[in-house]
């Protein structure tokens, strides 16, 4: 039986609600399977989120794992291509923590690529109407630190696919003038992303890039 494994965060930086956090908890709600998922909505901790995303990952040993959060400003779902060895906080995580130019992991590599068929499943949430695109940076903050430990944690299983997937706000709490979507698309999405982690067998071979 196929597991996977999808995280969400809490709140933070003053906000009421992430988005990343209630899109799973919706997935969970209404998922039917085959396939078994677990589902977890993570705290926005550099070290307490790694710690957790570690031992779900150990515990459940997950075929498929997919870490989302917020990427406020951005308007589009970005399935995330690269995690960086590198902790450098513009504000302070939830604990008080604001690590400046540490690494995720001591003697780690400077960046793992994601495992998950991140054209594949930009591809599909286009062609299911949703606006998409790769994303070549996770930034610095603790959605890339996860992204880099889950990642870290399953280097040593090539054949599990792992990876991160930013979402825009979410439009019934966003704040004023900022880029959204409904709730309701992003659960879609996230449906969609799965399906497509599972279901590809080799990744899609469209152009990905970025001019800048």
């Not at 040993?61 to 959060?69: N, Q």
């Not at 966003?174 to 879609?188: E, K």
Request: charged share 20%; net charge negative.
């Amino acid at each position: 039986m196929t597991t996977i494994l999808l995280t969400g965060f809490a709140p933070f930086a003053g906000d009421a609600t992430n988005p990343s956090g209630d899109a799973v908890r919706r997935v969970a709600a209404r998922w039917d399977g085959p396939e078994t998922l677990v589902t977890e909505v993570l705290p926005v901790v550099f070290d307490a989120a790694d710690e957790r995303l570690r031992a779900l990952i150990a515990t459940h040993r997950p075929d498929v794992v997919i870490a989302v959060g917020l990427a406020g400003g951005r308007a589009a779902l970005t399935p995330e291509r690269v995690a960086i060895n590198l902790a450098d906080a513009r504000i302070a995580d939830n604990a008080g923590a604001q690590p400046l130019d540490r690494p995720v992991v001591e003697g780690g590599p400077a960046a793992y690529f994601a495992t998950l068929p991140v054209k594949a499943i930009a591809a599909a949430l286009t062609d299911a109407g949703l606006p998409a695109t790769v994303s070549h940076s996770a930034g610095t903050f603790v959605c890339n630190h996860v992204m880099y430990a889950a990642l870290h944690a399953t280097a040593d299983t090539p054949e599990v696919r792992t990876g991160f997937v930013h979402v825009p706000y979410a439009r019934e709490d966003a704040p004023a003038d900022a880029p959204s979507l409904p709730l309701d698309d992003i659960v879609r999405g996230l449906e969609i992303a799965i399906r497509a982690a599972v279901d590809t067998p080799v990744e899609a071979a469209v152009p990905g890039g970025a001019l800048h």
